[in-house]
């Protein structure tokens, strides 16, 4: 019964190649997001959604493409994948009239 | 847009000793700071949170001191044990209208026997 999961948790891949990250909240919330932590731990935020509307779109390459079929889901899709994509993945969501973010459990990317 | 600088980014106690993490940020707006820590491997967890009308919030052994006219933050964490070992994060937003967390750059915290 996790709150909120990802998936697949490791992902190894070629460059070029076009991988996708799915995630899935069970909380109720009606914002989600995703994170990306970098080598050196840095959490930067990605992408938000609320209620399947885009809400924050960071500075992200339009290699990264966000897609919300329901407020429950966000996936993230990536193409043509570069060695700097290489990180941890984090989605997370809220409810827009509270604070407090959860994050799932990550989704380890390594492009080789 | 929010920037929020964490210090130190290596931090090693004794077991039993306090450990003390700061943070500063530069948007007057934002009004929630919340703490999250992060083991090896983990995702990042909440651990306690503050908003700009409270000055000064407690958990246990976990505190968080908020200084809204310096634009600083700080966690307090007391009587300090090896599960304490992790990397911790500062953050903070304006709530509502998205809530983009800006988070500090972290701090390795490791406490030792």
């Known amino acids: 019964d996790t709150a909120v999961s990802q998936t697949p948790k490791y992902l190894v891949t070629q460059m070029g190649n076009d991988k996708s990250i799915k995630c899935e909240q069970n909380l109720g919330h009606d914002t989600m997001y995703w994170y990306k932590q970098d080598s050196k731990k840095f959490l930067k935020i990605m992408f938000s959604?609320?209620?399947?509307?885009?809400?924050i779109n960071e500075t992200v390459p339009n290699r990264f493409s966000p897609k919300s079929p329901d407020k429950a889901h966000l996936n993230l899709h990536i193409n043509s994948l570069e060695l700097g994509d290489s990180a941890v993945y984090f989605c997370a969501s809220s409810q827009r009239s509270r604070d407090t973010i959860y994050f799932g459990e990550g989704s380890w990317l390594t492009v080789v | 847009g929010e920037n929020v600088e964490q210090h130190p980014s290596t931090l090693s106690v004794q077991e039993g000793d306090s450990a003390v993490i700061k943070c500063t940020y530069s948007?007057?707006?934002?009004?929630?700071f919340p703490w999250y820590k992060q083991e090896l491997g983990k995702r990042p967890q909440l651990i306690i949170d503050i908003r700009s009308n409270v000055g000064e919030k407690k958990d246990q052994r976990i505190a968080v001191t908020l200084n809204k006219t310096a634009k600083h933050f700080s966690l307090h964490i007391t009587e300090t044990q090896p599960e304490d070992s992790a990397v911790y994060f500062c953050a903070a937003t304006t709530t509502g209208g998205g809530n983009k967390l800006t988070f500090g750059t972290g701090t390795q915290l490791k406490v030792e026997l």
């Open positions: 948007d007057s707006a934002s009004n929630y």
């Open positions: 959604y609320n209620n399947k509307e885009l809400i």
